[in-house]
């Protein structure tokens, strides 16, 4: 199995500022025939189900803000909020999907400091 | 708009069985694959099983292998997951998400409200 590792397990950042979630995997999420890394991230906010934020390592699900945005390849992503608002408060899974079991991070709190 | 209602939870003792559904409404759901994500109280996020849009084929996570099986009906728009001889582990809210393409290599781009199971004598 593909062992998903979230970094930090929390952090507290003030509004406006970047805040910033690394995800390592224990093998490359690359499928070299379309070049595309098999990773996505979820926000799951206090007594709600996952959301979707990004797929393909960087691609923003519609919707989204732009202050979203993720990075990286092969077993190192990342994860950034360029200016952290209130409603950002959730925690954030990553996920691969390269290879079953589907597996997730273990998931980082994001609060506001 | 997309919309997936979990149904079927409840308490249910060891060594019982308990049937999940999911509605699907809002988009083609023979398009799409369909995954079961699972959350204990308190914990992350566990996948536990996946079809792709036409069901010919189930994935399922080690953990449930072999106790629960994921089917999906085309005509009904709906996805299930059968669950039998389950265990104290097995308390979760179980989610319904649609993949975000027809493969069962997808991310999951759509989620139910969830379903809480709770195994317990």
């Known amino acids: 199995d593909i062992v998903m590792t979230q970094s930090p397990n929390s952090l507290a950042v003030s509004l406006g500022e970047r805040a910033t979630i690394n995800c390592r995997s224990s093998?490359?999420?690359?499928?070299?025939?379309?070049?595309?890394?098999?990773l996505a991230w979820y926000q799951q906010r206090p007594g709600q189900p996952p959301k979707l934020l990004i797929y393909w390592a960087s691609t923003r699900e519609s919707g989204v803000p732009d202050r979203f945005s993720g990075s990286g390849s092969g077993t190192d992503f990342t994860l950034t909020i360029s200016s952290l608002q209130a409603e950002d408060v959730a925690v954030y899974f990553c996920?691969?999907?390269?290879?079953?079991?589907?597996?997730f991070g273990g998931g980082t709190k994001v609060e506001i400091k | 708009q997309v919309q997936l209602v979990e149904s079927g939870g409840g308490v249910v003792q060891p060594g019982g069985s308990l049937t999940l559904s999911c509605a699907a409404s809002g988009f083609t759901f023979k398009d799409y694959a369909m995954h079961w994500v699972r959350q204990a109280p308190g914990k992350g996020l566990e996948w536990v099983a996946v079809t792709p849009y036409d069901g010919t084929s189930k994935f399922h996570a080690a953990s449930v292998r072999g106790r629960f099986t994921i089917s999906r009906d085309n005509s009904k728009d709906t996805l299930s997951l059968q669950m039998n001889s389950l265990r104290p582990e097995d308390t979760a809210v179980y989610y319904c998400a649609r993949g975000g393409t027809s493969s069962a290599y997808s991310f999951s781009d759509n989620w139910g409200q969830g379903t809480l199971v709770t195994v317990s004598s």
């Open positions: 996920q691969q999907y390269f290879s079953g079991p589907f597996t």
């Open positions: 093998q490359s999420v690359l499928y070299s025939s379309n070049n595309k890394d098999y």
